[in-house]
């Protein structure tokens, strides 16, 4: 799995966010991932108006990406790691930085 396609993935995941649509954004979750969810959603900006990413990069086996979402009064670094899974790339965890 290369860093431009889950790049492309992890911006399409955080339009999703910005747009609003969580349930989009979810089906890039893995079980695991959706567990580690909830905390990081509590830290994002309400209504998130924009999404970075601001960096890609290969960790051994795995893909991190930190994306900024942007609110009116505040921000939130969200650091995922994604990883092929069934020949997908899918976010296996996640926390805000």
Do not use: C, F
């Given at each position: 799995?290369?860093?431009?396609?889950?790049?492309?993935?992890?911006e399409?995941?955080?339009?999703?966010?910005?747009?609003?649509?969580?349930?989009?954004?979810?089906?890039?979750?893995?079980?695991?991932?959706?567990?580690?969810?909830?905390?990081?959603?509590?830290a994002?900006?309400?209504?998130?108006?924009?999404?970075?990413?601001l960096?890609?990069?290969?960790?051994?086996?795995?893909?991190?990406?930190?994306?900024?979402?942007?609110?009116?009064?505040?921000?939130?670094?969200?650091?995922?790691?994604?990883?092929?899974?069934?020949?997908?790339?899918?976010?296996?965890?996640?926390?805000?930085?």
């Amino acid at each position: 799995m290369d860093e431009s396609t889950v790049r492309e993935h992890a911006e399409a995941h955080g339009q999703a966010m910005a747009g609003g649509d969580v349930n989009r954004a979810a089906q890039d979750l893995t079980e695991d991932a959706r567990v580690q969810a909830g905390p990081v959603m509590k830290a994002l900006p309400r209504p998130i108006t924009s999404a970075e990413v601001l960096d890609v990069r290969t960790d051994a086996e795995v893909v991190v990406v930190n994306i900024l979402y942007s609110g009116t009064d505040s921000k939130a670094t969200v650091e995922s790691r994604w990883a092929d899974v069934d020949g997908k790339p899918m976010i296996v965890g996640l926390q805000t930085i």
